[in-house]
């Protein structure tokens, strides 16, 4: 009997234990994610969603993509501007009326590279036109993961408002199956504009603290309290119950 009563308090005590460690595993990352459209006047019949995680000054990113033109290098950014609308161009973005739109006419909508979404090495503004280390959409989609982004903390938080937003370059203008044709890129002239030319677009929307997601370019903050209340009294309540049988049934064999 008081074995078993030895027993089940252990077991309610580690329980507690339990409730009490499992906090660390919840710990409150947020992240925001996208829809990716076509941008405006591209040619691009394209779709995709991302969803990038903050932890701290570390990112991780997910994304997927269809609809590119295969086979080819696709620069892919995470783009943020202070000055931005936050938000996805239009054909009203054409300044100079060639009914295409060009990653420079496309910045007052989305802003600079803050990250570039590169395979492998350097993540920074400085490779955001590192072709050999960018997807290049076999049978035309991408399908990209990327965690332990380093980034500073103003671009952590930049992300984290939901108003950046991820841009997939790459278009075919012309439909010959390459990046060709006599117009040069806005960014290095030694490219055709098809190269670099934006493709799919998607801010990276943040939801409420606490929100949970639902798709279609939502987000979530993990609510760490809730969920450590919530898995402490489950585990409290089963080590109780476990307890209580013991000793129920040591009471009988006696």
């Known amino acids: ?4 009563t030895r027993i089940a308090g252990a077991s309610i005590a580690a329980a507690a234990s339990l409730a009490l460690a499992v906090g660390p595993a919840f710990a409150a ?3 925001v994610s996208a829809n990716l459209k076509p941008v405006a006047g591209n040619g691009v019949q394209g779709s995709g969603t991302a969803q990038v995680t903050i932890s701290g000054t570390e990112v991780k990113v997910e994304m997927a993509a269809t ?9 892919a950014h995470i783009h943020y501007g202070e000055a931005a609308r936050h938000e996805c161009p239009t054909l009203g973005d054409d300044t100079n009326d060639d009914h295409h739109l060009n990653t420079t006419e496309g910045g007052p909508a989305y802003g ?3 990250v570039s979404l590169t395979k492998t090495g350097d993540t920074s503004p400085k490779s955001g036109l590192a072709v050999d280390r960018f997807d290049t959409a076999p049978g035309g989609k991408i399908s990209y993961e990327r965690g332990r982004i ?17 841009v997939i370059h790459g278009v075919d203008y012309n439909k010959d199956g ?3 044709g006599d117009t040069k ?4 002239p030694t490219l055709p504009t098809e190269a670099t030319d934006p493709a799919l677009c998607g801010v990276l929307v943040a939801a409420p603290a606490g929100g949970m997601q639902t798709g279609g370019g939502m987000s979530s903050t993990t609510n760490d309290n809730g969920m450590l209340l919530a898995v402490g009294g489950v585990a409290l309540v089963a080590a109780a119950g476990s307890g209580a049988v013991a000793a129920r049934r040591a009471r009988a064999r006696g």
């Open 29 to 31: 990352d947020s992240w």
């Open 178 to 180: 390459k990046y060709s």
């Open 67 to 75: 609809g590119l033109l295969p086979d080819q290098p696709h620069a």
């Open 185 to 188: 890129s806005d960014l290095d």
């Open 1 to 4: 009997m008081r074995t078993t």
């Open 112 to 114: 600079d590279i803050v």
């Open 150 to 166: 380093n980034v500073t903390s103003a671009v952590a938080e930049d992300i984290a408002s939901g108003e950046a937003a991820i």
